[in-house]
């Protein structure tokens, strides 16, 4: 069961890392965390594509620095509330993916499949990478393994 501290929501880190409190659930942080990532790619999905990858390696860049301070701040490595990494794992996953329902909830699934199962070398990463970066880089790796399969599908449909 996920105990996220009191700090999410007075501490402005915190509550970003906490993907905006969405980490905060007691139960399938993570989920709940790539579910609220949703909206962000519905206002996202019109960008150009520059913009788009631009957006998402700022979220990135300060997801690194926000996963390490919360977690350093908290004394646990990767706290499993902190979600800021499934964000931005869920918005690489939907690069250049028009927005649809469908393909958001599809996108949604295949990410949070990659994510939880972490085939070869995401679970290496995860387990070997230390600090922000280490906390983000799985997600990274696992959103650009369902942007390949979202990508894929596409090309074949």
Known sequence: MNRAPGSVWRR?????????GSGA?????GTFGTLAAIPFFWLM?????SWYWGV???????????????????GVHDHSGIVWDEF?????????VPFSWEAALWGFAIFRVFDVFKPW?????????????????????????????MHLWFWLH
């Open 121 to 149: 070398p995401i679970r290496w990463a995860d387990r070997r990478v230390a600090g922000g970066f280490g906390i983000m880089i799985d997600d990274v790796m696992a959103g650009l393994y369902a942007w390949s399969t």
């Open 45 to 49: 999905a019109d960008l150009s594509l």
């Open 12 to 20: 402005p880190t915190h509550f970003f890392a906490f993907g905006l």
């Open 25 to 29: 659930v007691p139960w399938a942080p």
């Open 88 to 96: 931005v794992g869920y918005w690489i996953t939907m690069a250049a």
């Open 56 to 74: 998402v390696f700022v979220a990135f860049v300060m997801g690194v620095w926000l996963c390490d301070k919360t977690s350093n701040d908290l």
